[in-house]
Every structure is written in C-alpha cells, then in structure tokens.
C-alpha cells in the first residue's frame, strides 16, 4: 500500500473505533501526546512486549531480566550526563508563541505558523522534575527516569553476582519512560510518556564490534519475524558527527512510516563509559572481577534499545490493508498471529437449533487454555467476518447445521479466507498449534 498521509489519520480513526488507542483524558479535551489503551490495544502492545521478552529473554541462557524503579537516586542523572546534557535545543516565536526544536526547522529563521522572528536557541533539559516527600525544595527534587537503561547500570553488580553471570551477559527491562519532548505528535510515535524495552549486553572490550554486528542483525529480524515488510525496514548507521559522545557507533532500525522513514529503535556500542561513570559518581566500583585472570575490567555495553509503543505503532501501520474496491472492501488488519489481540472468534451461524449452546463450549474450552478469544452471536455472518478481519483475528470458528450432524466447525483463516472442517473435540489443539507453530 502506497504511504499517504491520509493512511495515518484512517489508522487513527480505526484505532479509536474498534478501540485500539484513545486519546487520554478525552472527555476533558485530551492530554496532548499522552494516550490510552483500549481492550484491542492493550492486548496488542502486551504481545509486543511478550515476544520481546520471549526473544531476548525467555529463550536465551546468557540474558536475565530485571524491573527497576521509575524514580531513582538524583545522582544517577548527574553521573550518566541526563542532567547537563539531556537537552533539545529550542526555540520560541515571538509573536505566535509557538514552540520548535531548533534543529528540525528545515533552513528557515522565520516561524513556520505565522513567520514571526524566532528568540534565541535555549537548552531545554527533557527530564521531568518531581518532589519526593512533603518539602519541595531543591532537596527534594527527583526525575522521572527518561530511559531504563540506567537501572540496568546502576545494578550491574547486584545481578551479575546474584545470578553468577560472566561477560558477554545481557539485563533486559521493559518500563515505562518521560521525557519532555518538545515537539511530541504523530501519534504514539513521539509521545511524552512511553514505554521501552532495552536490554544491556556487557561483552570483553575486545568482542564489542563483532556483538554490535550481531545485535544489529538480531533486532532487525526480529521485526521481520513478526511480519513486517522487510522492504519497509533498513538499518541506518550514524555518521561519527551524530554519535553521542560516549558511543563508538550505532544504528537505528527505521520504519517507513506514512510520515516518512523513523527510528524505531537504536542500536549502540556504549563502550565503557556508563559503568565507569556510576563507579566515579558513586564511590562504588561496579568493575567485573575475572575470576580466570584474577582482574578486574568494565565491561563494553552493546545496547539495543527498542519503544514498544513506536514498535506497536509500526506493526498496526504495517498490517493494515484494504482488499477490493467500494461496497466489496475488506479491512484487514494482518497481525502475525502471536500479536493479534484476539486469536479466535467463535460465531455460531443462527442464534437456535442448539448452535450458540455448542459454539459457547468451544469458547469455554478456548479461554480455558488461556487463548484470548471472541464471542460473537449479532448480525449476519459476512459482517461477523469482517469486524473480525478489521480487528486482525487470525481465526474464526463458526457453528453451522453440519456441526449439528456431525460435530465438526468451520475453521476459517483471516488472510487467505480458506475454510476448512475441523472436529469440535480436536478445534482447541488445532488453534494451539497453528499459534505455536507461527511463533519464531
Ligand atoms: N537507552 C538509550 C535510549 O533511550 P533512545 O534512542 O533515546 O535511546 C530508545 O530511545 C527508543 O525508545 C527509541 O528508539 C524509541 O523507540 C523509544 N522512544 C524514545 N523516545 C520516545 C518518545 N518520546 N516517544 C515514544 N518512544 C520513544
């Protein structure tokens, strides 16, 4: 499908109908950049977060997971640079009033509303400030992390000897993050409040390009593997000019989004600088101990770092499609079937003969083995179907007359519409595998 603008706000739209995404706080007007998921979205961002979790933690021996704390010691910002150096440049209009991140604003020193002047470039710190305690004074003050990466450092030591881990070893962490952004939008693309899912890989100083190589490979397909176009993802390697200070390369995975190619996650070789940084600001060598050389070392970092929301965002644009023209349109939504919020749909064909009382044992027996499912008694079959398609159910299990005579369903598959019969007893085994088969 060709990238249009309009594909975004039809996205939109459908997010809020079928309820994927609404806007937070909406009876009030909105929050801007800050939005809600609904029954649809939340299960479709929980699966996200679940095949990560599954690919870089469940299924790997030498990566652990831990689940940090959103406040942390002030002190962390100061040593890992968020405090000087966490900063967008930006800019005011004088006379509109209007607000711009001063190196997005392509080649022009006038505002783009109302072509006022422009105030002089400010550093704007992105950490959101709270107080922690009844005094709000500058004692007090705490952030709201704007990474998790961070939590991760800062308890190197403690997993590393809790769990009896040796480099190359990776800590993994999904949570939420803040940051201030100056200018959010695009929907769940650039919000103020998201989520991330970062892991920390501590390898040898002398393995951190081959594990940088591996790494980016590794997230890149991970994309593919839950059905993104590989033709809509690339791998865009930083010039040396764009490299933060700290870091000897990095790559971000970028999406074609209707709104252009956008970073979906970075890629970066850390080097040494965050375990140095915590063990100089805290007093508190976090170096490994090689218990074969007897020495100590800080280990390089490689880290990928994804957003589960710019993740979610993505695999929503990426399986939209429309099939046919006019009153013949399907919407499909083509979720691989690990991610779509509902896996099956059971819809007996009339609402007699006996029909709803076998279809409501089949979905017993579904949510009984923990396979989100769907009911689903009103309206004519064909439009059954179609709310299922625009919903990205991979699989729909209708009661009809035969079923009556000789206890088999019709299964019936989103994307190639193919419907075959399957014996009510063996409905629930069938769905498990085909869902555990299309898992990577
Ligand atoms: N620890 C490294 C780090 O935080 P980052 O590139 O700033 O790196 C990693 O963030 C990922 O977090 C991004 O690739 C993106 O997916 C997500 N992310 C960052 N800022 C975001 C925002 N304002 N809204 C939504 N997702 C965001």
């Not at 950490?127 to 998790?148: N, Y």
């Not at 003969?353 to 044992?361: C, S, T």
Request: hydrophobic share 35%; aromatic share 12%.
């Amino acid at each position: 499908m060709a990238a249009t603008p309009d594909l975004m706000s039809t996205i939109v739209s459908l997010c809020k109908r079928r309820g994927f995404i609404f806007q937070s706080s909406e009876i009030y007007g909105g929050l801007n950049s800050c939005w809600d998921y609904g029954p649809l979205g939340v299960e479709l961002k929980r699966n996200v977060k679940e095949a990560w979790w599954r690919s870089m933690i469940t299924n790997r021996r030498d990566i652990v997971g831990i689940d940090a704390s959103i406040l942390m010691h002030p002190k962390v910002w100061e040593s890992s640079g968020h405090l000087a150096g966490f900063t967008d440049p930006l800019v005011d209009c004088k006379k509109c009033k209007s607000r711009f991140r001063a190196d997005h604003l392509e080649n022009t020193d006038k505002c783009p509303k109302c072509g006022g002047e422009f105030t002089e470039v400010r550093k704007f710190n992105l950490m959101f400030k709270t107080f922690m305690g009844p005094v709000e004074d500058q004692s007090a003050t705490v952030f709201m992390r704007p990474e998790t990466a961070q939590g991760i450092f800062v308890n190197f030591l403690n997993v590393q000897q809790s769990a009896r881990l040796k480099p190359p070893f990776g800590i993994g962490q999904i949570g939420k993050s803040f940051r201030n952004e100056i200018t959010p939008g695009n929907f769940t693309y650039r919000t103020r409040e998201f989520e991330q899912m970062e892991m920390e890989f501590f390898v040898p100083p002398s393995e951190d390009m081959q594990w940088y190589e591996y790494w980016k490979n590794f997230r890149l397909n991970w994309y593919v593997n839950y059905g993104i176009k590989p033709d809509k993802l690339r791998l865009r390697e930083h010039a040396k000019d764009e490299l933060a200070h700290y870091a000897k390369g990095c790559a971000d995975v970028e999406y074609e989004f209707p709104f252009g190619w956008s970073e979906l996650e970075g890629i970066a070789n850390r080097t040494d600088f965050d375990l140095k940084a915590h063990s100089e600001g805290s007093g508190k060598s976090l170096a490994y101990f090689d218990e074969e050389t007897k020495q100590h070392y800080f280990p390089y970092v490689i880290e990928p770092a994804a957003g589960a929301d710019r993740a979610t965002l993505a695999f929503l644009v990426d399986s939209y499609d429309v099939e046919g023209e006019g009153k013949d349109a399907r919407t499909v939504l083509r979720f691989h079937p690990s991610l779509a919020p509902i896996k099956a749909a059971v819809l007996p064909l009339v609402k007699r003969d006996g029909m709803p009382e076998k279809a409501e044992k089949i979905y017993n027996d579904l949510l009984d083995n923990s396979i989100k499912s769907f009911y689903d008694l009103n309206s004519a079959i064909g439009r059954r179907y179609a709310r299922q398609d625009e919903a990205g159910t991979p699989f729909c299990i209708t009661v009809d007359s035969q079923s009556l005579e000789d206890d088999t369903v019709t299964l019936r598959e989103r994307d190639s519409r193919e419907q075959i019969r399957v014996a009510s007893s063996q409905i629930v085994d069938v769905i498990s595998k085909k869902l555990k088969d299309s898992r990577k």
